[in-house]
């Protein structure tokens, strides 16, 4: 992947900006490390961004973009709303690769 983030406006379809926290590469994930973005050599991993939409603006968007086209690119996104009392703790225990907070 070359950018794989979430974005937040107020206004549909535009003035997007990324979500702090949520854009791999750049921020950290749950475990305290610099997140990677995936790559060609993570096929069958999950990457889990998990949002508290608690004062978020109104459009979220995801922004995923495929890599250089080296190799193939699959992907597939799910959303999953939930207000959970208890969670596993650790991105194994979820069952994922990374996971990004905000």
């Given amino acids: ?25 750049t921020s950290n994930n749950t475990g305290g490390s610099a997140s990677t973005l995936p790559s060609a050599t993570d096929d069958g991993l999950i990457f889990a961004m998990e949002i508290d939409l ?4 109104r459009y979220l968007d ?10 193939g690119t699959y992907a597939a996104a799910w959303c999953v709303l939930s207000r959970g009392h208890e969670l596993p ?3 194994a225990e979820r069952g994922c690769s990374q996971i990004l907070r905000a």
């Avoid at 702090?20 to 590469?25: D, I, N, R, T």
């Avoid at 608690?54 to 603006?57: A, D, E, Q, S, Y």
């Avoid at 995801?62 to 190799?71: M, W």
Wanted: aromatic residues 2%; hydrophobic residues 40%; glycine residues 14%.
């Fill in 62 to 71: 995801l922004t995923s973009t495929a890599g250089n086209g080296a190799a």
């Fill in 1 to 25: 992947m070359a950018a794989l983030a979430v974005t937040e406006s107020d206004t549909a379809g535009s003035g997007h900006a990324n979500v702090s926290g949520l854009v791999f590469g």
């Fill in 54 to 57: 608690r004062n978020r603006k």
């Fill in 89 to 91: 703790n650790t991105a």
